[in-house]
């Protein structure tokens, strides 16, 4: 199995920014594609950006001017920069990676965008 930790998840106030990491227990190469999803209180999980493995992104309509995903292949970890949040994003933030239809989880971690 791959292991995904993600870290960086806060407490801020609405139009403030996170980063987001997301670190793998092996080579993020090995992955087709990684992606972050979130996951609010009552709601089912969605899916937030994702980048391929030759580089491409793609992110929900809801944060496409907002939010920037990245990796870095060197340290195993894709970020998800995140700007201008809105307190209906409130919601725990998961990291996943997709292998030729295999996907791997992280145990997410909160963002909570409050006043």
């Known amino acids: 199995q791959v292991q995904l930790v993600e870290s960086g998840g806060d407490l801020v106030q609405p139009g403030g920014s996170l980063r987001l990491s997301c670190a793998a227990s092996?080579?993020?190469?090995?992955?087709?594609?990684m992606g972050w999803y979130r996951q609010a209180q009552g709601k089912e999980r969605e899916l937030v950006a994702t980048?391929?493995?030759?580089?491409?992104?793609s992110y929900a309509d809801s944060v496409k001017s907002r939010f920037t995903i990245s990796r870095d292949n060197a340290k195993n970890m894709i970020y998800l920069q995140m700007n201008s949040l809105k307190p209906e994003e409130t919601a725990v933030y998961y990291c996943?990676?997709?292998?030729?239809?295999?996907?791997?989880w992280g145990q997410g971690t909160q963002v909570t965008v409050s006043s």
């Open positions: 980048i391929f493995s030759g580089g491409s992104t």
């Open positions: 996943n990676g997709n292998r030729y239809g295999i996907e791997s």
């Open positions: 092996r080579n993020i190469f090995a992955f087709n594609a």
